[in-house]
């Protein structure tokens, strides 16, 4: 049988040993409430917190800044909809991107039923955004801005902290989905100067349904969910002492190793990059001409259907677009947004490297696509 090779860290990782340990203790020794104040729920509450701090350490926030969510898309929804409900009086009028993540476009696309204005600032054909268009699409009424850090299939990495400054300007407020950054390169809240950031547990060798969404001392703010009032009341129900210690050894692991991965993620991605040119002189790196996420490879290779070429290689996991798109049959939003034509689109494949992987299992992957093709 074929041993399978991994190559698809940007829909979802491994939990890492380390992140493993952590949350296993936890599941074994703090079963008490965190609210509690009798010593089981003290115990629960001390790993929480620790796991708060480990998580704020990470991006340079402060603990009591840091809420823990449900993933991702809880985060970016929150994060929306909690300025949304918060400010409506003052203006209701978004920015965000055109390539931004189903779970902000769609967010807003039930807000625009609800009468607000978004406008979804265009990419350029190399699929990065122009921080002077944020501003321009900027209004008296506009409340808050949304540039995702990283697109999470081309890689590209966006000028969040220029949009933040020209946001910052008019007064209005800034939101970065990080889910495809964090663990990857440098993220920052003061640098990027954001008031919220999303972070999802799964895309940080953490397990699937955590996350946590930072929101800034001050920052107007309605919770998404209600209940007994948790997590200072911006995040209502009992958290779970297991999974928030999963993440904060995620985020701790990712801090001590962040230089160190990022090498080994650019060297694999690089590797597979270089043999795939060799193999396919005609391929199409989308992104490639702007700094990208260092383990991101999103190439389409002309002729080719993406889908029915995954459908003949034996064991090898990646995909033709976004993981949360990858059972349908469109063209992706991102790429058609940068303006590349259908039929290029259908013949895109996602290939994303990680801590595991391995350079015997880059030169595999390019010669399984090569027989496939």
């Known amino acids: 049988m074929t041993a399978p090779i991994y190559l698809d860290y940007n829909a979802s990782t491994p939990v890492a040993p380390e992140v493993l340990e952590a949350m296993t203790d936890a599941f074994r020794h703090a079963h008490g409430n965190a609210l509690s104040t009798h010593a089981f729920g003290v115990a629960a ?48 009028h978004m920015v965000i991107t055109a390539i931004e993540h189903a779970s902000v476009d769609e967010t807003c696309r039930v807000l625009e039923g609800q009468g607000w204005g978004v406008a979804r ?13 944020v501003e321009s699409a900027i209004r008296p009424d506009t409340v808050l801005v949304s540039v995702m850090h990283a697109n999470n299939e081309t890689g590209v990495i966006q000028p969040v902290a220029a949009a933040a400054r020209a946001a910052r300007a008019k007064g209005v407020l800034v939101h970065t989905d990080a889910a495809q950054s964090l663990g990857k390169i440098r993220v920052h809240v003061r640098e990027l100067d954001v008031d919220l950031l999303s972070i999802a547990g799964h895309k940080l060798y953490a397990p699937q349904g955590i996350g946590a969404l930072y929101i800034r001392r001050g920052t107007p703010f309605e ?27 995620a985020c701790a692991l990712a801090e001590r190793e962040l230089e160190a991965r990022g090498r080994h993620l650019q060297e694999m991605r690089d590797r597979l990059e270089s043999r795939l040119r060799g193999l396919f002189p005609g391929l ?21 259907d993406a889908n029915a070429l995954l459908a003949r290689i034996d064991g090898l996991a990646t995909g033709s677009g976004a993981a949360c798109h990858s059972g349908s049959a469109k063209p992706s939003k991102v790429l058609l947004a940068m303006g590349v034509k259908p039929e290029i689109a259908r013949a895109t494949l996602r290939l994303t490297t990680g801590r595991e992987t391995t350079a015997v299992e880059i030169d595999e992957a390019a010669s399984r696509l090569a027989a496939a093709a």
């Open 121 to 133: 600032v265009p990419v350029d054909p190399w699929g990065s955004i122009d921080p002077r268009a």
């Open 45 to 92: 509450r001390g790993i929480v917190e620790r796991a708060r701090g480990q998580v704020a350490s990470l991006i340079g926030a402060e603990a009591d800044e840091i809420v823990f969510t449900s993933g991702g898309t809880e985060s970016n929804n929150a994060a929306i909809r909690g300025v949304a409900d918060a400010l409506a009086a003052r203006g209701r």
């Open 284 to 304: 199409i790196v989308h992104g490639g001409e702007r700094k990208r996420l260092p383990n991101t490879l999103y190439v389409a290779i002309p002729g080719i």
């Open 223 to 249: 919770p998404l969910l209600r209940g007994a009032g948790h997590q200072d009341n911006r995040r209502s129900g009992t958290e779970s002492v297991a999974l928030s210690a999963a993440l904060g050894a």
